[in-house]
């Protein structure tokens, strides 16, 4: 049986290790390194874009870095960039919402290129690291879906599996 400090302790690592895989997504995505944006990913994981497209697996995902416009975007300067996540933690499984936003160059500066609402749902994989199960973005561009999603924040994994 844990004590209550093992718990509280417990309760810290996993955000750390959650924030360090919403935070480190951006820098995988961004310096082209496929692997390290796949293993964010379950390795059925999803990354729904809207309600239009979905990325589906972990090799999926991981082609991300290869295609064609988002090798473009880092060709020409750009950075994915995530808001700190506010997370619900329930045993192996877990939520985090946060902001993400891709800056783009432009001319002598830079610009926020897209901003979305995003939900991760996460669980613990078999030798016990958090990764992404589902994760789901909406573009803040006045669709009711994005702060709808936003307003979930205290919504933990049981209410996403409901």
């Not at 990913?41 to 239009?52: F, I, K, R, S």
């Not at 619900?88 to 946060?98: H, I, Q, S």
């Not at 990764?131 to 909406?138: K, T, V, W």
Request: glycine residues 12%; contains cysteine.
């Amino acid at each position: 049986m844990q004590t209550d400090l093992e718990k509280r302790l417990r309760s810290i690592e996993d955000r750390l290790e959650i924030y360090q895989l919403v935070t480190g997504y951006g820098y995988a995505v961004d310096g082209l390194n496929a692997e390290a944006v796949g293993n964010c990913y379950m390795g059925d994981g999803v990354y729904a874009l809207g309600d239009d497209r979905a990325y589906r697996g972990r090799d999926h995902i991981a082609g991300i870095t290869g295609e064609e416009q988002h090798l473009g975007y880092v060709a020409g300067g750009c950075a994915h960039i995530s808001t700190v996540p506010y997370i619900v933690v329930e045993g192996d499984r877990a939520v985090a919402t946060c902001h993400t936003m891709v800056a783009r160059h432009r001319g002598d500066g830079f610009y926020i290129a897209r901003l979305s609402a995003s939900r991760l749902e996460l669980a613990r994989d078999e030798g016990a690291k958090w990764r992404i199960a589902h994760r789901q973005n909406y573009l803040l561009d006045g669709d009711p879906a994005a702060p709808a999603l936003l307003g979930r924040l205290d919504e933990g994994p049981s209410a996403a599996s409901s």
